[in-house]
Each structure stands twice: as C-alpha cells, then as structure tokens.
C-alpha cells in the first residue's frame, strides 16, 4: 500500500465551481501534513498545513481525520488560476522531526473558462 | 539568500559521465532534502541533512549516487555513471527545522541523460 494515496484527476470544473480532493495515509503516526501546489514544469509550493481541526485560508479549505487518515482540500469559486497539480504531503514517523515529507503523486485541477 | 537556488537548472550529459549538482539553501535552515520527481511522477526522497547530524540516506537509489553538505550549507548531488533512467528533475528544498514547517523547494535541476 503506497504511503500517501490520492485520485489522480484530472478534474475539469467551470469557474465558480467548488472542488474537493482528497487524500490518504497509511502511516497512523504520522504527525504533520500539508498540501501543496505543483504548477507544470514548475517546483512544488506550499499551499497551506493541515491542522487537527481544520483550517480555511480564503476559498482554500483543509482538514484532516486521523481516526480515518484521510485529508481533505476544498477550493470554493475556483479561479483559471487554480489550475495546477495538487499535492497532499504527509511526515511520517514516530517522530516527526526525524523523517522527510512524502508527497502524494497529485491530483490535476483544470478550471475551465 | 531569498530562496532555495539550484545550479544548474539544465543539464544534458552522456550515458556514463559524472554529473554534480548543486543546492544552495535559504540562509538559516538547518534542514535541506533532495528528491527527483520523473516525467509524470511524483516526488522521491533521496536524502536529507540535519544539522551536523549523519544524513539520512534511505532514499539513494544507488551507489551511483551520494551527496554531501559542507559547513552546514551548500549541497552538492553527485551521480556517477549516469543511467538514462536518472534523467529527472532533481529537487532540493530546505526548512527550518524537521517537517514540522513543510518545505522551500528550489526549481530543480532538469536532467537529459543521453
């Protein structure tokens, strides 16, 4: 089972729509989780971390189920600019300080005009 | 510096030849990770450095391939006898501490093994 699991895409939605990606984990320990945002041919950025509780920045919405190890991405009215690839990214470990980021291969996201 | 800097951003070289990168990290991050993304692939980890610590090499996919960090700084990925299947962006990205903070990638060095 691969460490980090998410639907590839892509996902074609109009302007103004809202999309939801998500993603799973198979390392319960894990202790840190984030997504971020690939454009093509670019390096990936951080979008934004996921918090136990959940947490909004603008349209971008993330959360996170431990009980279920699944985490969430809503992008309420998406923009043409919102499309990219988007990467869930997970720090697996006991200890969280000691162990690199695995990303998820990314979900692809087309905003169509 | 601003940001995470990697030289070059192309590189095409000869199946067999040596090749060296190189990563500069944002000044202040004690922890500074390679990993290579294929064409349409996603990101795999190759090693990391924290600190004075000894690195985590786990990822290396071979003894082609090492990397060192001097003075707790400048990286260097070093491939020797380069393999058409190492063609790939080579990512490396630094961050404060640990993985708490997510990570600054560079934008990667594209490497052509021909």
């Known amino acids: 089972r691969k460490e980090v699991e998410q639907d590839p895409g892509p996902f074609n939605v109009p302007e103004g729509a809202t999309v939801a990606f998500n993603c799973t984990y198979s390392?319960?320990?894990?202790?840190?989780f984030f997504w971020y945002r690939q454009d093509c041919r670019k390096e990936p950025k951080l979008l934004m971390s996921?918090?136990?509780s959940g947490n909004e920045d603008g349209r971008f919405t993330a959360q996170l189920n431990r009980a279920s190890q699944y985490i969430s991405l809503l992008i309420r009215d998406s923009k043409l600019s919102d499309s990219a690839t988007y990467l869930c990214?997970?720090?697996?470990?006991?200890?969280?300080?000691?162990?690199?980021?695995?990303f998820g291969k990314g979900t692809r996201l087309s905003v169509i005009a | 510096g601003a940001g995470v800097s990697q030289s070059p951003s192309n590189k095409v070289t000869e199946k067999g030849k040596d090749v060296e990168l190189r990563c500069d990290p944002i000044?202040?991050?004690?922890?500074l990770y390679w990993y290579r993304q294929s064409l349409g692939q996603g990101l795999e980890f190759l090693i990391y450095?924290?600190?004075?610590?000894?690195?985590?090499k786990s990822g290396l996919p071979s003894d082609r391939f090492s990397a060192e960090r001097t003075g707790g700084s400048v990286s260097t990925l070093t491939i020797q006898r380069t393999q058409q299947e190492d063609s790939a962006v080579y990512l490396c990205?630094?961050?404060?501490?640990?993985?708490?903070?997510?990570?600054?990638f560079g934008s990667g060095t594209r490497l052509t093994v021909v």
């Open positions: 990205a630094s961050s404060l501490a640990y993985g708490n903070y997510g990570y600054t």
């Open positions: 390392n319960s320990a894990s202790q840190s």
């Open positions: 996921v918090y136990s």
């Open positions: 990214v997970v720090n697996s470990g006991e200890n969280s300080g000691n162990t690199p980021l695995v």
């Open positions: 000044s202040g991050h004690t922890a």
């Open positions: 450095f924290q600190g004075n610590s000894a690195p985590d």
